[in-house]
């Protein structure tokens, strides 16, 4: 699961609380692609703040345009 401009996550953190909840035996691998330092970060702290155990998280310094994540390796793209 990818998230095109991430910002601060929140999104992404609803996102993997109800996922977490509705399937907490499957594994799910977030990515999030956010080009400003200071909304990843915060989206970094918010993240490190919840526990879930079958959910990890990937933080991309890029853009929407040059996210360097490889063709064809996500299942699912949000963008806002």
Same mark, same amino acid.
């Given at each position: 699961?990818?998230?095109?401009?991430?910002?601060?996550g929140?999104? %992404?953190?609803?996102?993997?609380? $109800? &996922?977490?909840q509705?399937q907490?035996?499957?594994?799910?691998?977030? *990515?999030?692609?956010?080009?400003?330092d200071?909304m990843r970060?915060?989206?970094?702290?918010n993240?490190?703040? %919840?526990?879930?155990?079958?959910i $990890? &998280?990937?933080?991309?310094?890029?853009?929407?345009?040059?996210?360097? *994540?490889?063709?064809?390796?996500v299942?699912?793209i949000?963008?806002?």
């Amino acid at each position: 699961i990818c998230d095109i401009g991430a910002g601060t996550g929140k999104f %992404l953190l609803l996102f993997a609380k $109800t &996922l977490h909840q509705a399937q907490p035996n499957t594994k799910f691998h977030f *990515i999030a692609v956010e080009p400003v330092d200071k909304m990843r970060e915060k989206l970094e702290s918010n993240w490190g703040k %919840l526990s879930f155990p079958n959910i $990890t &998280l990937s933080c991309l310094n890029s853009s929407a345009e040059r996210t360097t *994540i490889d063709s064809s390796s996500v299942d699912f793209i949000t963008c806002a």
